[in-house]
T-cell receptor, first 111, second 110 residues
């Protein structure tokens, strides 16, 4: 299994608070991704990174920001959490090919 | 943006039966990926297809890259209880950016 961890694994937070999710890899892969998964929608890309300090928006980036200051860490921040951001968040990594490897997920509930 | 459709959305089969599912797109893809997600886990890559017409197997799983490059198929032979899960197709758009289908949920009855 690819070395990917996500923290926290579960979080409950209140509307309006900032939240940061962390993805950590030990594979030295270049690409890192944040997805959200909701029933009926599959996986939707939020943001991705193609190198340290190089990031780009995905399909559902509004309300989210990311940072990658080291190869191994990719942070996802919800600037002001809303109930619509209740979801399961997955981090993924990839190297030069198209094959992505996913982390175990973070279940976020915004009350 | 590009979207992928998967059918069926869900299926219930008896243990030992063969399973077929597909993924279609209105746009051409140069790569097709098939993932499986077990309950409470992240998706795991099953098969990657890189060439139109390609047929690739991974144990009891066989996937095909459609000739039109707008579809792909996944077959599972002799299903077993651990095949339960959600199967996703995916493809790259704009380089390393990916789009995923909505998934096919498979249930296997003993």
């Amino acid at each position: 299994d690819a070395g990917i961890t996500q923290s926290p694994r579960h979080k409950v937070t209140e509307t309006g608070t900032p939240v940061t999710l962390r993805c950590h890899q030990t594979e030295n892969h270049r690409y890192m991704y944040w997805y959200r998964q909701d029933p009926g929608h599959g996986l939707r890309l939020i943001h991705y990174s193609y190198g340290v300090k190089d990031t780009d928006k995905g399909e559902v980036s509004d309300g989210y920001s990311v940072s990658r200051s080291k190869t191994e860490d990719f942070l996802l921040t919800l600037e002001s959490a809303t109930s619509s951001q209740t979801s399961v968040y997955f981090c993924a990594i990839a190297d030069l090919g198209y094959e992505q490897y996913f982390g175990p997920g973070t279940r976020l509930t915004v009350t | 943006g590009q979207q992928l459709n998967q059918s069926p959305q869900s299926m219930f089969i008896q243990e030992g039966e063969d399973v077929s599912m597909n993924c279609t797109s209105s746009s051409i893809f140069n790569t097709w990926l098939w993932y499986k997600q077990d309950p409470g886990e992240g998706p795991v890559l099953l098969i990657a297809l890189y060439k139109a017409g390609e047929l690739t197997s991974n144990g009891r799983l066989t996937a095909q890259f459609g000739i039109t490059r707008k579809d792909s198929f996944l077959n599972i032979s002799a299903s077993i209880p651990s095949d339960v899960g959600i199967y996703f197709c995916a493809g790259p758009v704009n380089g390393q950016n990916f789009v995923f289908g909505p998934g096919t949920r498979l249930s296997v009855l003993p």
